[in-house]
């Protein structure tokens, strides 16, 4: 094995490619023509995904294991790949009824997706770093892509700035890492670990601390979620869906081969920070999404409490917590774009429809509709046999066989909370009248294609989750 040795980049390197291209094609086609960048961009996630099964099983490394590749890495591409398909069929009428640039979106979207592809093979300091910036860069456009929308431009200065302040506290953290091991290599800094704690000196442990705030920006844990509900409020609402699922899973990501794995010798240090991270994300992301009255704001601080459920995978630690917390993100994906996909269906006229009364007789004007989200609301909720339940039984498991039970007593506590402003949308969509009139088939069947893939997922991971199980597995235990 060589420094030249390229294999490792490879589905990275294609949806860049793709990005690329879809950028240069962009300048010469008018604006009929540009719903063809949809097709290309997605042929480009198909190839990558294609490369990455016929990767699968693969151990290897570049730049002197700067860059790795792993069943790990590949899952998590995996995962990116699919919910970036999702938001690109999302987005292809909604684009055009919003003017939206499409060329420029689908070759941030892709960018974001390289970003987020690196960041799970990342296994250095350095190159975690620019992978994380090549994502967010992308993504803070994103949010303000809808131009004519105030919301959209104030949230992307919102995002903006808090991904700035927390990028400075991850930085200097890994200054202080650097500092005290001598590299940003995480197999190097691992090894370092192994000596008597008595010997590291103590800007180690507020340089890990600092890594560890600037992780919580990235997946809105509380109290650094600050910025999250008027972000995705205000963003085009595809791009909510891919934040609210894709980066989330790009950090926790990066949480799991770092925190759980390389950094394991810190977990007494920050096992006690984490369990009550992990109690005020929950409780308190679901106490606010119950008093929103919009359905998109209320995702957003669902989008919270959910990230106070993953945040049990990284207390309990790699034993117990490191298959719970892949199949977790995999259902979370599935419900979870799908909810923001159906709450595009509804947009018209340059408008958005957001709110609770918006949903209203949906079940009856719409019946598809209605019935994913009521699949999409009750599987976020746990409700069996859906993918969200599954997930939620695994990681509540995983507490109480690694010794955490109050742990999991909490969790179950929120979820029953949950169960409040869930069912108040299926409520709205079958006990009410008025509301909006969402789209029909023909007018969006790219939109219901994404719904549709996305409630099989969610039905497929609650009632025959064993192969994805045993695929979550593998993964997380394929790191060296």
Wanted: proline residues 3%; aromatic residues 14%.
């Amino acid at each position: 094995m060589t420094d030249a040795n390229l294999v490792p980049l490879l589905p990275a390197a294609q949806v860049l490619l793709t990005a690329l291209v879809v950028m240069l094609l962009d300048l010469f086609l008018d604006d009929r023509e540009k719903g063809f960048l949809a097709w290309i961009s997605l042929l480009g996630l198909a190839l990558c995904a294609g490369e990455s099964m016929i990767l699968w099983g693969s151990q290897d490394a570049a730049f002197r294991s700067a860059i790795v590749l792993d069943n790990f890495a590949l899952f998590f591409t995996e995962l990116f790949i699919g919910v970036a398909a999702l938001t690109i069929l999302s987005s292809i009428h909604y684009l055009k009824a919003m003017k939206i640039h499409e060329g420029e979106f689908y070759a941030l979207v892709l960018f974001a997706t390289g970003g987020m592809i690196l960041m799970a093979a990342a296994n250095d300091l350095i190159v975690f770093f620019l992978a994380l910036e090549t994502m967010s860069i992308a993504v803070y456009v994103l949010t303000g892509m809808w131009r004519a929308n105030s919301r959209s431009s104030e949230a992307a200065m919102k995002y903006f700035l808090m991904g700035a302040f927390a990028t400075g506290f991850l930085l200097y953290g890994i200054a202080l890492i650097y500092g005290a091991t001598g590299s940003t290599n995480l197999n190097q800094i691992s090894a370092y670990l192994l000596e008597p704690a008595s010997d590291w000196p103590v800007y180690l442990a507020g340089g890990a601390f600092l890594v560890l705030i600037g992780f919580a920006f990235k997946a809105g844990i509380v109290p650094f979620h600050f910025w999250i509900p008027d972000v995705y409020e205000g963003a085009p609402t595809p791009v909510t869906g891919l934040m609210a699922v894709a980066v989330k899973a790009a950090a926790f990501a990066a949480w799991a081969r770092i925190l759980m794995h390389k950094l394991a010798p810190f977990d007494s240090d920050w096992a006690s920070v984490l369990w009550a991270l992990c109690v005020i994300t929950m409780t308190v992301g679901n106490l606010l999404a119950i008093t929103q009255s919009s359905v998109k704001r209320m995702l957003a601080y669902s989008s919270i409490a959910h990230a106070g459920y993953l945040l049990i995978a990284l207390v309990v630690g790699e034993e117990w917590g490191g298959l719970p917390l892949l199949f977790y993100l995999l259902a979370y994906a599935c419900m979870t774009v799908g909810a923001f996909a159906v709450v595009t269906s509804l947009s018209d006229n340059n408008r958005t429809r957001e709110d609770y009364s918006d949903f209203a007789g949906l079940g009856f004007k719409r019946p598809f509709l209605g019935m994913a989200m009521s699949l999409f609301m009750l599987s976020l909720a746990g409700f069996p046999p859906l993918g969200g339940f599954t997930g939620k039984f695994y990681m509540f498991r995983s507490a109480v066989l690694s010794g955490h039970t109050p742990l999991a007593i909490i969790g179950v506590l929120n979820s029953l909370l949950s169960v409040a402003y869930y069912l108040r949308v299926i409520v709205s969509m079958y006990m009410e009248e008025g509301g909006a009139e969402g789209k029909s088939w023909s007018q969006s069947p790219y939109l219901y294609l994404a719904i549709a893939l996305a409630v099989v997922g969610t039905l497929y991971l609650g009632i025959a989750p064993a192969k994805a199980l045993e695929w979550s597995r593998v993964s997380f235990f394929s790191i060296d």
